[in-house]
């Protein structure tokens, strides 16, 4: 099956430090590329839509200045949280699909776990 | 606007069993398609069956199965010959056909299986 990686799985940084996660296919190109957010035995939450080549599209609510994202490529998204702060402190995890169909699966990565102190 | 509900916040069932987790959905879109994910501790978001609005069968994986009831709007996943390694969180999602790929997430439903 299609592998997403993420990287760095685990991250620790000091309260108004920068951090960056990225998001690879491996073995597929993504089209697009979806970042989520999902606090403790919580659903996950869609953060922003990101399509290679092109400006990202953020759901309602999220900071675009904040959470910075850069389809630089059709393998590779890359999430910055700049500023980071505590209450950033979350799961963070991609997914990558081919393209925008409804039976288009998404292939999620393994999650980066950000802790700001 | 669409919406995803599972009831079910927590499942029990033991080893060998059947056990069905529920799921409802609500869409104006004509075209959707239904996912079912695993999530153990470790985080990772595993990809388990998909169904398609207009598919006339039920979808199978292996152990996995979806009983998909169009008039009722649910699609509840059936896991058989339940095992240790199927505890974990499991989310069902939805992808409508103006949804320009977004997934809509229910709230997850944590199944514990004991030996």
């Known amino acids: ?117 | 606007a669409q919406k995803i509900t599972q009831t079910q916040p927590g499942m029990f069932v033991q080893e060998k069993e059947a056990v069905t987790l529920d799921c409802t959905y609500d869409t104006s879109d004509p075209s959707y398609g239904l996912f079912w994910y695993k999530q153990p501790s470790s985080g990772e978001m595993i990809f388990l069956i998909y169904q398609g609005s207009y598919d006339q069968q039920n979808a199978t994986e292996g152990r996995y199965s979806l009983n998909f009831q169009k008039a009722r709007k649910s699609a509840n996943l059936v896991i058989s010959a339940s095992q240790l390694g199927d505890s974990a969180m499991y989310f069902c999602a939805m992808l409508g056909g103006t949804s320009y790929g977004k997934l809509t997430f229910g709230q997850g439903t944590i199944l514990t299986v004991h030996p």
């Not at chain 1, 491996?26 to 919580?42: G, H, S, V």
């Not at chain 1, 400006?55 to 700049?82: M, P, R």
């Open chain 1, 1 to 117: 099956g299609a592998v997403v990686s993420q990287h760095p799985s685990w991250v620790i940084c000091k309260s108004g430090t920068s951090v960056k996660i990225e998001c690879r296919s491996l073995d597929f190109q993504a089209t697009t590329m979806f970042w989520y957010r999902q606090f403790p035995k919580q659903s996950l939450m869609l953060m922003a839509t990101s399509n290679e080549g092109s400006k990202a599209t953020y759901e309602q609510g999220v900071e675009k200045d904040k959470f910075l994202i850069n389809h630089a490529s059709l393998t590779l998204s890359t999430l910055t949280v700049t500023s980071a702060h505590p209450e950033d402190s979350s799961f963070y995890i991609c997914s990558a699909a081919t393209g925008t169909e409804i039976q288009e699966t998404q292939y999620f990565g393994p999650g980066t776990r950000l802790l700001v102190l």
